[in-house]
């Protein structure tokens, strides 16, 4: 697939997470942000939360903002004003911009000149995607990850057993929503190809959320028990045993999926007590869940990590112990496909790797773009000459960067190999 331009109204993490995937992927990612309000700092709101980063003399690319959004450019646009909704589409016809995204409430999408049945017949090849926290049947509902992971029950089956509800410890819905763009985003450029036509693609967040609950959702209609569908603390609901279990230095959590592991796991010296005629089947462990527990418990804590590691990989029994982040990049399945960034200091970040390797992807991405950085520079890609330029920022239409503290545009990748 040829590389392809989209531009981004985009702020937080959904959008910027999805966009970021089509950088990776050697693609031209504008990110447009809103011109000063007067009313607190300028643009996203997530350029200034996390740490401070050396070098940095903006102070605008703080350590949250960083990963989402390195390898774009960014302009900043005042759509409230009709100058720049005529910009926007100038924009989009000069650029050949492919796809436009935006992640504002659907309530807004027509004020700000976005609404898709505007940009879609002013550009009928064009695929517009948004995110939102329900759909633009729901205008006006804020799309929070944590308010989402409320109301679509990911906190009722998150925590132990008897404890409150909790927060996954990643934001999975703003993730969820991100990857569905992307995913749709390229169904759209091939359905393109086939008519010539783009589309308007919708994402719910609430609605990706759900397609997630397949393990509990489908069970209230076949009458399950209510500890099927809550909380089940680090247990599976229906394997067994699979759980954390301590070891006299740390943790272990291993995974039985079927009755033949747990004859394996038994057959092992060490674990041999756990093992009785009732727990030969799932079913019958299920009955002496709480006691498998504290049997399995009884034997893991005497025994280090390592041993009993190396007793579970004999038995070809899945199992781990439990990483904490910094060890995690350097598992040697992952160290080698981290992606990176340079910060203006000149030290290197590593970062999450791709999702799945791509022949031609980048791994190594430019530092994200200082708020209005490439403003100037993407108007006059656009045919606007200099004047233009400072007349539409003098009149608010528009921000610029300080031409003194303004980086050159972001390089342009090689196309990756088709």
């Known amino acids: 697939m040829k590389p392809r331009?989209?531009?981004?109204?985009?702020?937080?993490?959904?959008?910027?997470?999805?966009?970021?995937?089509?950088?990776?992927?050697?693609?031209?990612?504008?990110?447009?942000?809103?011109?000063?309000?007067?009313?607190?700092?300028?643009?996203?709101?997530?350029?200034?939360?996390?740490?401070?980063?050396?070098?940095?003399?903006?102070?605008?690319?703080?350590?949250?903002?960083?990963?989402?959004?390195?390898g774009k450019q960014a302009v900043a646009l005042n759509l409230k004003d009709p100058r720049a909704q005529a910009l926007l589409s100038r924009l989009i016809d000069e650029l050949?911009?492919?796809?436009?995204?935006?992640?504002?409430?659907?309530?807004?999408?027509?004020?700000l000149g976005i609404d898709p049945e505007t940009l879609c017949a002013r550009h009928p090849a064009l695929i517009w995607a948004g995110i939102s926290a329900m759909g633009p049947a729901h205008p006006k509902a804020p799309g929070y990850d944590p308010v989402i992971q409320a109301m679509a029950g990911?906190?009722?089956?998150?925590?132990?057993?008897?404890?409150?509800?909790?927060?996954?410890?990643?934001?999975?819905?703003?993730?969820?929503?991100?990857?569905?763009?992307?995913?749709?985003?390229?169904?759209?450029?091939?359905?393109?190809?086939?008519?010539?036509?783009?589309?308007?693609?919708?994402?719910?967040?609430?609605?990706?959320?759900?397609?997630?609950?397949?393990?509990?959702?489908?069970?209230?209609?076949?009458?399950c028990r209510p500890d099927e569908i809550t909380r089940a603390g680090n247990e599976h609901r229906k394997f067994i045993p699979t759980n954390v279990y301590p070891a006299r230095d740390g943790y272990v959590y291993l995974a039985i999926g079927s009755d033949v592991q747990w004859r394996r796991l038994?057959?092992?010296?060490?674990?041999?007590?756990?093992?009785?005629?009732?727990?030969?089947?799932?079913?019958?462990?299920?009955?002496?869940?709480?006691?498998?527990?504290?049997?399995?418990a009884a034997v893991t804590a005497r025994a280090t990590?390592?041993?009993?590691?190396?007793?579970?990989?004999?038995?070809?029994?899945?199992?781990?112990?439990?990483?904490?982040?910094?060890?995690?990049r350097e598992l040697p399945a992952l160290a080698d496909k981290l992606t990176r960034t340079t910060l203006p200091d000149g030290r290197e970040v590593r970062m999450q790797p791709l999702a799945v390797d791509v022949d031609g992807a980048r791994t190594t991405l430019p530092f994200p773009p200082r708020y209005g950085e490439h403003t100037r520079h993407v108007l006059a890609e656009a045919g606007l000459d200099a004047g233009e330029?400072?007349?539409?920022?003098?009149?608010?239409?528009?921000?610029?960067?300080?031409?003194?503290?303004?980086?050159?545009?972001?390089?342009?990748?090689?196309?990756?190999?088709?």
């Open 5 to 70: 331009t989209v531009l981004s109204l985009e702020q937080a993490l959904s959008l910027p997470y999805a966009t970021l995937r089509f950088a990776q992927l050697g693609w031209r990612v504008i990110r447009i942000e809103a011109t000063p309000s007067g009313e607190g700092l300028s643009g996203d709101p997530n350029r200034y939360i996390g740490s401070r980063l050396a070098g940095d003399a903006a102070a605008d690319r703080r350590s949250y903002f960083v990963a989402p959004n390195v």
């Open 154 to 223: 990911y906190m009722e089956v998150t925590g132990e057993r008897d404890g409150p509800p909790m927060l996954t410890g990643i934001p999975v819905v703003d993730l969820k929503a991100g990857d569905e763009l992307y995913a749709n985003v390229m169904r759209a450029l091939l359905e393109r190809a086939e008519t010539g036509r783009g589309q308007a693609i919708h994402v719910s967040m609430l609605q990706a959320a759900a397609s997630w609950l397949i393990t509990v959702l489908p069970l209230v209609d076949f009458g």
């Open 96 to 111: 050949g911009v492919d796809v436009f995204c935006c992640n504002t409430v659907p309530s807004r999408y027509a004020a």
């Open 266 to 296: 038994t057959a092992l010296p060490r674990f041999a007590p756990v093992a009785n005629a009732v727990r030969l089947t799932n079913e019958g462990r299920h009955a002496e869940r709480e006691a498998i527990h504290r049997d399995m």
């Open 389 to 418: 330029i400072d007349a539409l920022a003098a009149d608010g239409v528009v921000a610029v960067a300080d031409a003194a503290t303004a980086a050159p545009p972001a390089p342009r990748a090689p196309p990756p190999a088709a």
């Open 305 to 328: 990590v390592d041993e009993l590691l190396a007793d579970l990989a004999a038995a070809t029994i899945p199992a781990t112990r439990i990483h904490d982040i910094p060890r995690v």
